[in-house]
């Protein structure tokens, strides 16, 4: 497995809201698992509708900075295609926002140290050429998570890369008994 970090750890986000753990990337192809996807997904496939709004929302401002292009720790990043919502990164990323909400961290490894997001991926159905994760907390908007994603030179290389073509969102928010309160998750891929 691959891994490629981000730079800075922290919100350089004019608000300094927030926190960003390192970028993940892996171009080793997954091999498929045998839990069965859909039962992996149930306890995510519904999800409080504004909090889907925000996921929605990630993907359109993402889409934005893609076709626009942009400048990732210093090198400019020409314009690439949209990437697509897929329900099965959808559900990678919700479980692993919902596990950092719950048990109160923040990392790209849930918090019993046993699942990675390689893991989380194919367990949810997803068989990848390709793939990536971001992760974010304390963000209270889709439009400063995406700020502090761009700010991050590892992040904005996940969000720009044409090496992907999929994204799905996950965003969870406890009020009470966390650091950040909102929680975020961006997987990415390819098959």
């Known amino acids: 497995m691959l891994g490629a970090c981000g730079g800075p750890e922290s919100s350089t ?3 300094d809201e927030g926190a960003l753990v390192p970028a993940m990337e892996t171009s080793e192809p997954s091999s498929g698992g045998d839990v069965t996807a ?5 306890d995510v496939a519904t999800w409080d509708p504004a909090w889907a709004s925000f996921e929605d929302q990630v993907l359109t401002l ?3 900075r ?3 292009g942009a400048t990732c720790g210093g090198v400019a990043k020409p314009p690439v295609p949209a990437l697509t919502m897929d329900a099965r990164l959808r559900c990678a990323a919700r ?3 919902r596990d950092m909400a719950t048990n109160n961290f923040m990392g790209h490894t849930s918090s019993d140290g046993v699942t990675t997001p390689w893991q989380r991926i194919t ?3 997803y068989t990848y050429r390709a793939a990536g994760e971001n992760v974010a907390a304390g963000y209270s908007t889709p439009a400063a998570v ?3 994603w761009m700010s991050s030179t590892g992040h904005c290389n996940n969000i720009m890369s044409s090496n992907f073509v999929h994204l799905g969102v996950g965003y969870a928010y406890r009020a009470t008994g966390t650091n ?3 929680y975020w998750t961006q997987d990415f891929g390819r098959q």
């Open 180 to 182: 950040y309160r909102h």
């Open 66 to 68: 893609r076709a626009a």
């Open 62 to 64: 993402v889409n934005q």
């Open 123 to 125: 367990s949810a159905g």
């Open 38 to 42: 859909m039962a992996y997904c149930d």
């Open 95 to 97: 479980k692993h926002s």
């Open 146 to 148: 995406v700020n502090g």
């Open 13 to 15: 986000s004019e608000t």
